[in-house]
């Protein structure tokens, strides 16, 4: 029943993408009573869960990069050409 | 007088201006290559001037043009197929996930670091830094939220290499971050 801190980093990992068994959560709950490391390491992996998804949500406003002018004339001709020759 | 703001966004002639550079924000960050993302955002345009007669209006033009991006990208994964390395899925290669003293948690809030243009600098930067393979499961996973069975139908992966993937490529991101912002402060 006992884990080590590699076995409680994989548990945290996973358990953000299914559902443990009862068995893996009652030891992961254990282990994490027992080691503030791995509290740590478990509450930085919900901030990357929850960076990240406000980095999906926000891209189109704030990832750095821009379509260049080029590809955007590429673009605008590529749709006024006909259809049958694009 | 009514004004139908919507209007001048339906004029396709306008929609490289109006959206070319949020699209292609949106790829870049998930793809991770200009080239292919100037690519994929080209493809969106043109599939949705063909079935521009299926836009109703219901959504922006912007959120319509997005979801077709968003298949683009999923096509493309399918189309062309990330290697899984072997040694990517050896649970031998696990590192202890905080082999280094752990500082504290975390404390910006995610709000406040995506208007920050420094961390999109280094999350980007953490992200090249990621297998292929597990960048893609990364991303869908954690910028667009699907479910591990959703990614799987994509990747062709069985449950256990998508986890493996998943914690191999937090454990590295987490490192990055650590490294090269949270540590930095």
């Given amino acids: ?86 | 007088m009514a004004v139908d703001r919507e209007a001048p966004s339906r004029d396709p002639s306008r929609w490289v201006d109006e959206h070319g550079d949020a699209l292609f924000r949106f790829a870049v960050l998930r793809v991770r290559d200009p080239d292919l993302a100037a690519d994929l955002v080209q493809d969106t345009f043109l599939s949705a001037l063909k079935g521009i007669e299926g836009f109703r209006g219901g959504s922006s033009v912007r959120t319509w043009l997005t979801g077709i991006l968003k298949h683009k990208i999923i096509d493309h994964y399918r189309r062309n197929k990330s290697e899984v390395l072997e040694s990517d899925l050896h649970p031998e290669g696990d590192e202890l996930a905080h082999a280094e003293s752990l500082r504290s948690a975390w404390k910006e809030s995610p709000a406040s670091l995506v208007e920050d243009r420094e961390f999109w600098t280094v999350l980007t930067g953490c992200l090249d830094g990621l297998p292929e393979a597990h960048r893609r499961a990364f991303s869908m996973r954690e910028f667009d939220g699907l479910s591990g069975e959703e990614i799987r139908k994509v990747l062709e992966v069985t449950p256990t290499n998508l986890w493996v993937m998943l914690h191999r490529a937090r454990t590295k991101l987490r490192r990055c971050l650590e490294t090269n912002w949270f540590g930095e402060k």
Avoid: F
Avoid at chain 1, 27 to 33: A, T
Avoid at chain 1, 52 to 75: M, S, T
């Fill in chain 1, 1 to 86: 029943m006992s884990l080590n801190c590699k076995d409680a980093a994989r548990l945290l990992s996973e358990k953000r993408d299914r559902r443990l068994s009862w068995r893996a959560r009652i030891s992961l709950r254990l282990h994490m009573l027992a080691c503030k490391m791995c509290k740590v390491y478990g509450s930085q992996l919900d901030t990357v869960g929850r960076v990240c998804r406000e980095a999906g949500l926000r891209a189109e406003h704030n990832c750095p990069g821009e379509l260049p002018d080029e590809r955007k004339q590429r673009i605008k001709d590529a749709m006024t050409r006909d259809p049958r020759d694009r």
